[in-house]
């Protein structure tokens, strides 16, 4: 199927500097509803860019942790009606408790305060990968890879991305989004269903800032390492720090901060 249109046209006004006015076209970041359905309900409604909407309606029901296995989807049927409907297995049985709790997808954090973290780690274990290790060099040239994969941003200047990287740097998922959160799950979901998870020897990467559910979804595709061109919050870095994983924020080379598990960056120079 098609992939439909992510960046629709708009007209301005620009005043520039000398006081004089244009009128111009410009490239605006296309934002429709999207409604997640399953067992002829609706799971979540999310305000999203079109595009990937399989791969989103996937990453969410992983991150949520509402499927755990690709053989339990059966078919991902896209609508033209801004709708996604999600067929499983017939021995399949859903954890629709766990769906209703977290709720839709969002920009902000629904779930707030450590007994929600506690929550979240029974559906999540921490990680275990141990010799994963990821070096300076390697490090700092991740966010310029992920500009140069973001062409809607190039044109639209309002859309976030999300790539999913292996040690040795290369991009292995670059998924936009006018949702940090969408751009996150369209990833995760994209590795779901070519069967990659865990992706336990990968780094995430988001070109906004580390929110707690962020870094809930980079654990629940078993990522070790997450890292934002942007700040971290306070229960971001707590969780990241239970669930042994890396956190890495203001990755703006040469500078970066890591707020937890420092072992698995080579700090020393080549």
Do not use: W
């Not at 410009?26 to 595009?51: W, Y």
């Not at 769906?99 to 973290?117: D, E, N, V």
């Amino acid at each position: 199927m098609k992939e439909p249109h992510s960046i629709g046209p708009g007209r301005i006004i620009r005043r520039k500097k000398d006081g004089s006015l244009e009128y111009l076209r410009d490239d605006l970041t296309i934002e429709e509803p999207l409604e997640i359905r399953i067992s002829g309900k609706t799971l979540a409604t999310t305000m999203r860019t079109p595009g990937h909407d399989d791969e989103l309606a996937a990453g969410f029901l992983v991150s949520e942790a509402i499927v755990l296995r690709r053989d339990a989807i059966v078919e991902i049927s896209v609508e033209r009606d801004n709708r996604v409907i999600v067929s499983f297995a017939n021995a399949v049985k859903l954890k629709l408790n766990s769906a209703q709790r977290f709720g839709t997808i969002s920009s902000s954090c629904g779930l707030c305060g450590k007994t929600s973290i506690d929550e979240i780690r029974q559906n999540f274990p921490a990680i275990e990968s141990g010799n994963v290790r990821i070096d300076i060099d390697t490090l700092l040239s991740l966010p310029e890879k992920l500009r140069k994969a973001q062409s809607d941003f190039a044109r639209t200047g309002g859309i976030h991305a999300a790539g999913i990287f292996d040690l040795s740097g290369e991009a292995k998922i670059v998924r936009e989004d006018i949702g940090r959160h969408n751009a996150v799950d369209k990833a995760i979901g994209r590795a779901f269903l070519d069967e990659l998870l865990p992706l336990n020897r990968h780094l995430l990467l988001v070109s906004g800032r580390a929110s707690f559910e962020i870094v809930q979804k980079a654990l629940a595709a078993g990522i070790p390492i997450v890292a934002a061109v942007s700040a971290p919050s306070t229960l971001a870095a707590d969780f990241a720090r239970e669930s042994n994983q890396t956190l890495i924020g203001f990755l703006r080379p040469p500078s970066f901060n890591i707020y937890s598990h420092i072992e698995r960056v080579i700090l020393e120079e080549r």
